[in-house]
């Protein structure tokens, strides 16, 4: 039963646009939400992250969206730079901290020139 | 360099011959974790540790062993690998556990034949 779902495998944006990830979840004590990318061969890095209490978080390119009423979160980077292929995980917390992390499948990202 | 470090990078195994993926981090950090990654399925957290001596299950713990001796290595045992646990392993270390400072290794592919 994945609770925290990322339904697009794969997505391809051209360089300068705005690229956005979704994410879905079904546990409502979820209340803390993260990003993730990661580069091949690599392990993955943090990207961003959003508690419940807010609704958006911005971070220089990367702002992150929560819909809590739809159990909805979105990445949005703008504008998309050829650095930023990649896959990206959305996870999700109840406790606030890693330590029981529930992650999605990942949606690869490719920024075409 | 602040960073966590796993070996092997790659192993070839047979069904059911004992081995032993080592983690080890130099960041002093509290929390360490273990991951698996498999297509379609994202990141499953296998065991974490909140310290030394103190581990706990994850979402999918059947056929692993964890200790944590020492703050800075959190090893990962098969005792008898099967093929359904060829993968791709990830260990993971954060201060206090936040999980916007999780640190990830750089994987472990293993092939259990």
């Known amino acids: 039963d994945q609770q925290v779902k990322q339904n697009s495998p794969s997505l391809s944006v051209q360089e300068g646009r705005i690229s956005i990830l979704n994410c879905d979840y079904t546990n409502s004590m979820f209340d803390y939400f993260l990003w993730y990318k990661k580069y091949p061969a690599e392990g993955p890095t943090f990207l961003i992250s959003i508690s419940s209490i807010k609704d958006k978080n911005e971070d220089g390119r990367f702002t992150v969206f929560l819909n809590k009423s739809a159990k909805h979160l979105s990445l949005h980077i703008v504008p998309s730079q050829p650095g930023d292929s990649a896959v990206y995980f959305c996870?999700?917390?109840?406790?606030?901290?890693?330590?029981?992390?529930?992650f999605g499948q990942g949606t690869r990202l490719t920024i075409n020139p | 360099e602040a960073q966590v470090t796993q070996n092997p990078r790659y192993l070839i195994t047979v069904t059911g011959k004992k081995l032993t993926v080592t983690c080890s981090q130099n960041?002093?950090?509290?929390?360490m974790s273990w991951y698996r990654q498999d297509p379609g399925l994202g990141l499953r957290q296998i065991y974490y540790s909140m310290n030394v001596e103190v581990t706990d299950k994850g979402d999918v713990p059947e056929g692993y062993k964890v200790s944590r001796k020492e703050k800075r290595n959190f090893p990962l045992i098969l005792e008898s690998p099967s093929p359904n646990q060829t993968s791709l392993y990830f260990c993971?270390?954060?201060?206090?556990?936040?999980?916007?400072?999780?640190?990830f290794g750089p994987g472990t592919r293993l092939l259990v034949l």
């Open positions: 996870a999700a917390s109840a406790l606030l901290g890693a330590q029981k992390l529930v």
């Open positions: 993971a270390s954060s201060l206090y556990g936040r999980a916007e400072t999780q640190y």
């Open positions: 960041m002093n950090h509290e929390y």
